[in-house]
């Protein structure tokens, strides 16, 4: 059964650093495609960063320069580093799984397994 949990989310001001962690079990994050997606109140869910092993990561537009995803496979997680925070990140983020490559394939209904997400707020 393949379980994923997001740890660090919180709270910070405007300009500030978080990692997020996604702990993975029964699941393998070495050659998979995963990413980070975020939802806000009110807005869509987004992809904010995907971890394609073929291609390389994807980022969105805004957050390029100011995020990065990595992965540990050895450690089975894969990570989330978040600098010069702002407000507008303020949402739920949630690490998702494919099983197997990304195949270019991005949108949330691409993607097999989802955390329960963790809260991200920025405070200006």
């Known amino acids: 059964q393949v379980q994923l949990a997001e740890f660090g989310g919180t709270s910070v001001q405007t300009g500030g650093s978080l990692r997020l962690s996604c702990v993975t079990s029964g699941y393998s994050v070495s050659n998979k495609c995963m990413g980070w997606f975020r939802q806000a109140p009110g807005k869509e869910r987004e992809a904010v960063a995907i971890?394609?092993?073929?291609?390389?990561?994807k980022y969105l537009d805004t957050v390029k320069g100011r995020f990065a995803i990595t992965r540990d496979s050895s450690k089975e997680i894969l990570y989330l580093q978040m600098t010069r925070l702002q407000p507008e990140d303020t949402a739920v983020y949630t690490c998702?799984?494919?099983?197997?490559?990304?195949?270019?394939?991005?949108?949330?209904?691409?993607?097999?397994?989802w955390g329960q997400g963790t809260q991200v707020t920025v405070s200006s």
């Open positions: 971890s394609d092993q073929v291609s390389g990561p």
């Open positions: 998702a799984a494919k099983t197997s490559y990304c195949g270019r394939a991005y949108s949330p209904q691409d993607f097999d397994y």
